[in-house]
C-alpha cells in the first residue's frame, strides 16, 4: 500500500523563528509530486508547496521550503521566520500513477507569541 | 477567479436520512475529487471524475454513498440512510486534468453531522 507518515502530530514554535515538519512515504513509482497543504480552522486546505520528484533542487516559496531527500523518501517541511498566521494544521500528500492524493495524518503547528 | 465551492457548508441531519452534498469546481477543471475527513481515519479519498466518467470509486466506503457528475461541472454526493459514522468533514478538490502532475484545488468542505 502506498503511504505517507507523518510522526509529529503537534509542533510548536515562537514567532519568527524557523520550525520544521516531517513526512516520509513509501512507493516504487518514479513519477509522482508531493504536496504540503495548510488547513487553518476555517477547513480549507490551502497549497503551500509541491515537489517534482525528477527534480534534484529543493522547492522554495517565500518562507517555505522543502528538504526533498528522495533515497530516504523524506520530505519536511521548513518554515522560516514564523508568522501568527502560519497556525494550522499542515498535510504532507503524494500523487503518484493513480490519481488521488495520499494524505499523511497531519501535523498541528501552533504559533506562540 | 472563483475557487471551489461547496453547499452546504454545515449539514445536520438525523439518522437514516438521505443527504446531498454539492461540490462546484473551478471553472475549465476537468478532473474532481471528494475525499472525507474525520477524526478517526484522517483524510480519506472517495472517488474521481475525470468529465463525467468515475474512473476510480475505490475509496467510496459503501453501497449508501455514491456520487454523479453532470455537464463536466458540478457534482453531487449522494448518502442514504445515514448513520452516525458518516459524521465527517466533506472536501471537494478539483484540478485541470487528472495527470500526475496537476494540482488539486480544495473547497472549504461540508461538516456533516449525523444525530
Known amino acids: 500500500a502506498q503511504t505517507v507518515t507523518q510522526s509529529q502530530p503537534e509542533m510548536s514554535v515562537q514567532e519568527a523563528e524557523t520550525v520544521t515538519l516531517s513526512c516520509t512515504y513509501d512507493t516504487s513509482e518514479s513519477d509522482y509530486y508531493l504536496f504540503w497543504y495548510k488547513q487553518p480552522p476555517s477547513r480549507q486546505m490551502i497549497l503551500v508547496i509541491r515537489?517534482?520528484?525528477?527534480?534534484?533542487q529543493n522547492a522554495t516559496e517565500n518562507r517555505f521550503s522543502v528538504n526533498f531527500q528522495k533515497a530516504a523518501k523524506s520530505f519536511s517541511l521548513k518554515i522560516s521566520d514564523s508568522q501568527l498566521g502560519d497556525a494550522a494544521m499542515y498535510f504532507c500528500a503524494s500523487k503518484w500513477g493513480a490519481q488521488k492524493l495520499v494524505f499523511g495524518q497531519g501535523t498541528r503547528l501552533t504559533i506562540n507569541p | 477567479g472563483a475557487g471551489v465551492s461547496q453547499s452546504p457548508s454545515n449539514k445536520v441531519t438525523e439518522k437514516g436520512k438521505d443527504v446531498e452534498l454539492r461540490c462546484d469546481p473551478i471553472?475549465?477543471?476537468?478532473?474532481l475529487y471528494w475525499y472525507r475527513q474525520s477524526l478517526g481515519q484522517g483524510l480519506e479519498f472517495l472517488i474521481y471524475?475525470?468529465?463525467?466518467?468515475?474512473?476510480?470509486k475505490s475509496g467510496l466506503p459503501s453501497d449508501r454513498f455514491s456520487a454523479e457528475r453532470t455537464g463536466g461541472s458540478v457534482s453531487t454526493l449522494t448518502i442514504q440512510r445515514t448513520q452516525q459514522e458518516d459524521s465527517a468533514v466533506y472536501l471537494c478538490a478539483s484540478s485541470l486534468a487528472s495527470q500526475t502532475q496537476e494540482t488539486q484545488y480544495f473547497g472549504p468542505g461540508t461538516r456533516l453531522l449525523v444525530l
Open positions: 515537489q517534482e520528484a525528477y527534480k534534484q
Open positions: 471524475f475525470q468529465g463525467n466518467s468515475a474512473p476510480d
Open positions: 471553472s475549465g477543471h476537468t478532473a
